[in-house]
């Protein structure tokens, strides 16, 4: 079988400006999901920042990559709109999965993607605990009911984001909040989860289940064996014309 | 009570120029779906057309408007961005209710409001039958189990929407396709109703039926009473600020 | 227009037995519901009790309810399995709304209803905070993000149900623990609600934001008017017998 | 990797008896079944029938089956409580699949997994096309976008199922009619999937893409690896005594 194309898009500011952040992942977050990606055989991953060329997704690896994750947090509005654009093309008519990390709910890809704000409150990070409400869902395999962050980012409800298709996890923040931590949607052709746990500096991508939840996302997100076409067949500008309807390929 | 505002937008190219359109709408559809709307106490309804000033949607009028009424076909593209960026945020955040009706399905304010690409295929007008799916759902309040359109624009399956929150009604057509002809979705705090029928050159908002059910759409699309701000505390460029997270408003 | 025949159906025993109980409801947890219910003009409030003649619902009444709402705990085994099925049936083919409050989770018709077991983890009662996370729902209506309840009995995570139409409500509880509180479903004709705040020696049905859930839950969950028949043409024992289907009423 | 055990539970008289099945089917629709699936190195695949003993699902079968095809027409009632709750049982808290086929819609297990009647309006065989409404599902692998069966009973809308968790399928039937023909649900720890086509005297069972989409529903339906209990602490008759709710296994 063919190896499932991993690209993690990483803002990668914070850890090299930032102490804590810097202390907490010395080579970047990017490199820490890397690292435990890469000991799954089906995976090829790659890892890419804001600051490379092309801001880390030239059309050649983009359009070469079946799983997008993607980590921002304090520089979304510096990632282009025809990026964004091309990301969402390739997740509507390409199938690619997107999977949104903690701050990407306010990311572009994930706020056009699914047609929302993505917003929510928030506040210092806090210990949380993350329910499992979803334990049949590919996603949730292997994952107790329950797991434990020391800290991570308070992030609450009321959380501004389409109906989910399925919600996976739900967090519990000690200061009185919840949050829906681990949701699905899909979108065209493609799949999208959302998982919430991930500041810059907290462990939480150090977390055996937190690994585990990824990684497992991953493999559910991957295109689909699509037999079916996401494109009308005459459009543009202009009047739309006819299109003979047919019922077989 | 308050009445509810509604604001028909419409395209009106296709009645001014389309003999078979002119015939079938002497005066626009905007003019017959304000005739059918305005036999209700309860709602106070507006019309306006893409070449009226600022595209029909001046600030003040869609500050103003409660449910929001869309049929475009032909010319979405002349719709200029910023105006759907408004009509978006007075849905997400103002909670306005819109109603895309037929080709709205392409156009601007839908599928940016949706996130999705509204992607479908087509053919000529043939019969239809519209089956109802959710008959306790308001929109469906007094419509039977199906009722016939001698004809409508062939809208079929695949129908590239995000899952709908409530599927109401599906149709079929002679053809030999089917379609999720009448959909809901919520986004922010306002509520999107997606409804097939109603091509310019067919007679389907004069069917009782339709407009039964664009009458029970506007009065589910209302605003709600809502307490809770879908506003973050603090974003905008440059770092996120903390919030302090507050259960109590 | 009509009233709405509200039945409140209760176990009644906790609060003649169990001090505590006895305390908090002296005149049992269905006076209070009926007390503030009774508030409103547009609905008609019956009190009934698990001691009462036919379990409390004899036939008469039980067809003349357009939403019942019930209390039960720790006698669920003693309603008859054909007051259950009778329940049922006025639910799927009747269209009657039906709430179920707290430990309903568990009572049979719940069960039935869903078609689930209702299973959950709990421990001693607790400080709650009930988070809204559908605002624009009716059942939502005028209910702030959050409020708190000073406690209510730990219900947990993982909770078996089937996935709700409509989550919202979602409740923290101070021990580490979320859960699903206010959730909706539909089945056959008729609605349904299950709110879990409301042990019987907490005050929760006294918390006016309680008071308003249940209330406009009543209002959401009376019978539609509906014009399609949840009834097979033929059925019954024997060979099912041709049908002839046809899409006019 | 260990084999899927199947098991294809089939009620067996129509073709013993019936002219027109028995031509269709010489040696049961189960035998068809089991040929098509036995092609498969993952599956383990025995079949059944009512009038084996123990209406052909003793407990040492049942609990050593991970996922249940089940095709009953005429004979529902035939079928033991005794029997239907140990189905619902180990679907609930086994994880064990079930696959409903054709008029399963209406047989006792189907009724009792999912809390439905499962009524529907249906009439004479008649040429149906399926169409593929949710191409990224597992369960819609290799299918195209529409395919076309010569003929099969005519299953209509209204169709009172729970809301589906995903709507995979849509029948048209050439006399006017439309059907949600596949649809998945989840029951505790188990998945559910039901497929329309499969009437006795027509020959579906024969057709690649019912077959394939039977196929992918085996192996999106089996046990999940599940770390929660679905079970309640303490329960049973009387008071239901206090669990100290914990999070972590």
Sequence with gaps: MDKIRVTV???FRHERHDGSAKDTYPNGIHAVIKEFLDKNDDMDVRIVCLDDPDQGLP????????VLLWWGHGFHWEV?????????DRVY??????IGLHSAHHSKPFRKLLGCTGNLEWGDSIRE???NLCPTHPIAEGIPKAFEL???ELYSEPFFI????????GGWFEHGNIFRSGCTWTRGLGKIF???PGHEDCRSFYNPYVQKIITNAVRWAKPADVKVINKCPYSGEGFLKMAEPKYFD
Tied chains: 1, 2, 3, 4.
Excluded: A
Aim: net charge negative.
């Design 93 to 98: 008519t390409g199938g690619m999965g997107f």
């Design 9 to 11: 898009w990483h803002e």
């Design 59 to 66: 059309d050649e690896l983009l359009n070469n990559t079946d």
């Design 194 to 196: 959302y998982f919430q």
């Design 162 to 169: 389409p109906k989910p298709d399925d919600l996976i996890f």
């Design 150 to 152: 020391e800290c991570d």
């Design 129 to 131: 605990v993350v329910w």
């Design 80 to 88: 282009k709109d025809e990026l964004v654009d091309k990301i969402v």
